[in-house]
C-alpha cells in the first residue's frame, strides 16, 4: 500500500506508509490532509535541494512523530547522516514494521535515532556524531508538542545545534501562536519574535502559493498549521567553543612572543 495526494499526478510517492496504519484504514483526503501533503512535498524538496548543495559530510536532523518515512523515500545523496529525534516507543514499533517490508537506507548514508525523551538531546545528538561546526537542515513535522513551552526547548536546542546559515523549516501546529497572548493576532509578529530571540530570522509560507506552484489548488479556509523556513543568524554552540580555544592559542602565542 503506498499514499499519495489523489491527483491525476502525484506530489510523492510513499511506499511505505502503508504498514504504519492499521488494516482496513481510509485514509482521510479532505482539505486538511491536502494541506499536509503539500507541506510534506514542499519539506521534501527544501531537504533534497540543501543537502545536495553541501560539500563532504550532510547532516540531517528530523524531529518527527517516530513515523517520518523521510529516511527511507527519499533519494539522499551519499554521505547523508539522518538524525532522527522522536517518541521513543513510537518509533520502536515503526521501525518493527518498516524492517518487516524492506525499508532501508540509500546505500553510503547513515540512519541515527535519539529519543525525544532525553534529558538532553543536544547532548545525545553530540554522542552520536552531531558536529555543530559543519552544516546541517532542521526540520520539523508531526513532533507531538503538548504545550508552548515544550516547542521553545525544541527551538532553543535547535539554536545551539546549528551553525549560522543554516535553516531550520517544517509544520507547527497554529495555536502555538495562541498561547501566550490568548487571542488570533499577528501570528507573524509572533513568530517573528519567537524565532529571533533564539537567532533565527523566519518566514512563514503559504500553503497556497506552495500548492499553486505545484499545480495543485487547495480550497480556502482556516488550516491548523504554520509552514515556515528559517535561518540561523547566530554561530552554533560548538562554533562559539572553537572561537573561544583558537581566540586562547591566539592570545597565548602573543603572550609568547611579547615575552621573548
Not at 499545480?215 to 540561523?232: M, N, S, T
Not at 592559542?249 to 611579547?258: A, H, I, M, S
Amino acid at each position: 500500500m503506498g499514499f499519495s495526494l489523489r491527483c491525476a499526478k502525484p506530489l510523492f510517492m510513499d511506499p511505505y506508509a502503508g504498514c504504519l496504519v492499521p488494516p482496513h484504514t481510509r485514509l482521510n483526503f479532505e482539505n486538511s490532509s491536502k494541506h499536509y501533503c503539500i507541506a510534506t512535498k514542499f519539506i521534501d524538496d527544501k531537504l533534497l535541494r540543501t543537502v545536495n548543495h553541501m560539500d563532504g559530510l550532510k547532516q540531517v536532523v528530523l524531529f518527527s512523530d517516530g513515523m517520518d518515512t523521510r529516511p527511507y523515500r527519499l533519494n539522499w545523496p551519499s554521505s547523508t547522516i539522518i538524525f532522527d529525534i522522536s517518541p521513543e516507543r513510537v518509533y520502536q514499533n515503526a521501525i518493527e514494521k518498516l524492517q518487516d517490508v524492506g525499508a532501508k537506507i540509500p546505500r553510503s548514508c547513515l540512519f541515527l535515532h535519539i529519543p525525544l525523551e532525553s534529558s538532553n538531546i543536544q547532548e545525545a545528538l553530540h554522542m552520536k556524531g552531531f558536529n555543530g561546526n559543519r552544516p546541517s537542515i532542521l526540520a520539523i513535522q508531526g513532533l507531538p508538542l503538548m504545550t508552548l513551552v515544550s516547542f521553545k526547548e525544541i527551538l532553543l536546542t535547535v539554536s545551539g545545534m546549528a551553525m549560522d546559515g543554516c535553516l531550520f523549516l517544517g509544520e507547527l501546529p497554529a495555536w502555538l501562536a495562541e498561547t501566550k497572548i490568548g487571542t488570533k493576532s499577528s501570528t507573524e509578529k509572533w513568530m517573528d519574535n519567537l524565532f529571533m530571540s533564539n537567532g533565527f530570522k523566519v518566514n512563514m509560507v503559504s500553503y497556497h502559493k506552495v500548492a499553486k506552484s505545484l499545480g495543485k489548488a487547495l480550497k480556502l479556509g482556516d488550516h491548523k498549521y504554520i509552514l515556515f523556513v528559517a535561518e540561523q543568524l547566530r554561530f552554533s554552540d560548538d562554533q562559539m567553543e572553537t572561537w573561544k580555544i583558537e581566540s586562547q592559542r591566539v592570545e597565548e602565542d602573543r603572550k609568547g612572543q611579547d615575552f621573548e
